[in-house]
């Protein structure tokens, strides 16, 4: 089992920035890819951004060139960097955890931390 603890979120003017934080509850280094996700009042739970273990970034074309994804293998912390911020961007962000070639196999979510953005 994985835990993974979300922190950072909160309220925001638009054009402002934030940092969230996702803490594991083991090494990153042996979970293949931990990403963000979001999800808006009444749509769906949409990638925003993920890295692997290899350190390649992917990220939800609506935040290419403000939002960054990042990593500190020695605090097991993914870190997401919000800048630019739109109200469009306001969500619950969830970290997730993918472990395909490690043990246990499985995917994991954190609790979810929540952003706003005002206009």
């Known amino acids: 089992q994985v835990q993974l603890v979300e922190s950072g979120g909160g309220l925001v003017q638009a054009g402002g920035s934030l940092r969230l934080s996702c803490a594991a509850s083991?090494?990153?280094?042996?979970?293949?890819?931990m990403g963000w996700y979001r999800q808006a009042p009444g749509k769906q739970r949409e990638l925003v951004a993920h890295?692997?273990?290899?350190?390649?970034?992917n990220y939800a074309d609506s935040v290419k060139g403000r939002f960054t994804i990042s990593r500190d293998n020695a605090k097991n912390t993914v870190y997401l960097q919000m800048n630019s911020l739109k109200p469009e961007d306001t969500a619950d962000y969830y970290c997730?955890?993918?472990?395909?070639?490690?043990?246990?196999?499985?995917?994991?979510w954190g609790q979810g931390t929540q952003v706003t953005v005002s206009s």
């Open positions: 890295i692997t273990s290899g350190g390649s970034t």
């Open positions: 997730n955890a993918l472990i395909y070639s490690f043990y246990p196999v499985g995917r994991y």
């Open positions: 083991r090494s990153i280094t042996s979970i293949d890819t």
